[in-house]
């Protein structure tokens, strides 16, 4: 993410072309190293960045997103993701659960999509994985 991001950055089109690429884009992953809190999670400034600029640009090659419960939200409602089947979730809890994989969420479109499931939870470790064949 760090990586995109700044290369996007860069006033240069070839840069900006190969930082588009679907190898660079298939796999986003907004969780920071050494994640375990809210006080570690991505700048305000740079989830706007990503939500207003880059996301807009390549969302069609996004396959897998790696997010933090902090930030679900506003990632997944910034685009659409129309190749998106994976979806990792760090630091969810019960609250997590009820509010976004339930049969009246908004984002019930982007659940019947995913067939690669994976919440990592922040309560005594918790690690569920879930592979859904359609």
Same mark, same amino acid.
């Given at each position: 993410?760090?990586?995109?991001?700044?290369?996007?950055? =860069? *006033?240069?089109?070839?840069?900006?072309?190969?930082?588009?690429?679907?190898?660079? !884009?298939?796999?986003? %992953?907004? /969780?920071?190293?050494?994640? !375990? +809190?809210? +006080? $570690?999670?991505?700048?305000?400034? *740079?989830?706007?960045?990503?939500?207003?600029? =880059? &996301?807009?640009?390549?969302?069609?090659? /996004?396959?897998? &997103?790696?997010?933090? $419960? /902090?930030?679900?939200?506003? =990632?997944?409602?910034?685009?659409?993701?129309? %190749?998106?089947?994976?979806? *990792?979730?760090?630091?969810?809890?019960?609250? @997590? =659960?009820?509010?976004?994989? #339930?049969?009246? $969420? /908004?984002?019930?479109?982007?659940?019947?999509? @995913?067939?690669?499931? $994976?919440?990592?939870?922040?309560? %005594? #470790?918790?690690?569920?994985?879930?592979?859904?064949?359609?």
């Amino acid at each position: 993410m760090d990586v995109l991001y700044s290369l996007l950055d =860069i *006033k240069n089109q070839q840069l900006h072309i190969i930082a588009q690429d679907k190898i660079f !884009t298939n796999i986003l %992953n907004f /969780v920071p190293i050494l994640s !375990t +809190n809210d +006080n $570690s999670s991505i700048s305000n400034r *740079k989830l706007d960045r990503f939500c207003f600029e =880059i &996301l807009p640009q390549i969302h069609h090659n /996004v396959k897998c &997103l790696i997010l933090e $419960s /902090v930030s679900i939200e506003r =990632i997944l409602y910034a685009v659409e993701y129309p %190749n998106l089947t994976q979806l *990792k979730i760090f630091n969810f809890n019960k609250e @997590i =659960i009820s509010r976004y994989f #339930k049969d009246d $969420s /908004v984002f019930q479109h982007i659940c019947k999509q @995913i067939t690669d499931l $994976s919440l990592i939870g922040n309560e %005594n #470790k918790l690690e569920y994985y879930a592979r859904i064949i359609p």
